[in-house]
């Protein structure tokens, strides 16, 4: 099973990208599955998670700003970033529960500019 992640970039303050986490290989469900990031320096925190039957959660510092979701029929978790701001600059990993293994992707840059 591999974890694909797309989607970051460089973006101004205020702007929005979409990211991507695409899960291929033999897979017959996929349990939870999470957004993360790592600022440099900082340690690596929870952006938003959303289970396989839907529900979701996020980070205080994105509610409101981030929305989470996954299509099951393609396999693929998103996460939708709006009014981004500088702290959000990271490296943002997806991962999923597949089988009780825990699998991640490797990893987007979101660069936000003031």
């Known amino acids: 099973v591999q974890l694909q992640a797309s989607g970051g970039g460089l973006v101004q303050a205020g702007g929005s990208l979409r990211l991507s986490c695409a899960a291929s290989?033999?897979?017959?469900?996929?349990?939870?599955m999470r957004w993360y990031r790592q600022a440099p320096g900082k340690q690596r925190e929870l952006v938003a998670g959303?289970?396989?039957?839907?529900?979701?959660n996020y980070a205080d510092s994105v509610k409101g700003r981030f929305t989470i979701s996954r299509d099951n029929g393609k396999n693929t978790l998103y996460l939708q970033m709006n009014s981004l701001k500088p702290e959000d600059t990271a490296v943002y990993y997806c991962?999923?529960?597949?089988?009780?293994?825990?699998?991640w992707g490797q990893g987007t840059q979101v660069t936000v500019s003031s």
């Open positions: 991962n999923a529960r597949i089988a009780l293994l825990l699998y």
């Open positions: 290989g033999s897979i017959f469900r996929i349990n939870d």
């Open positions: 959303i289970t396989s039957g839907g529900s979701k």
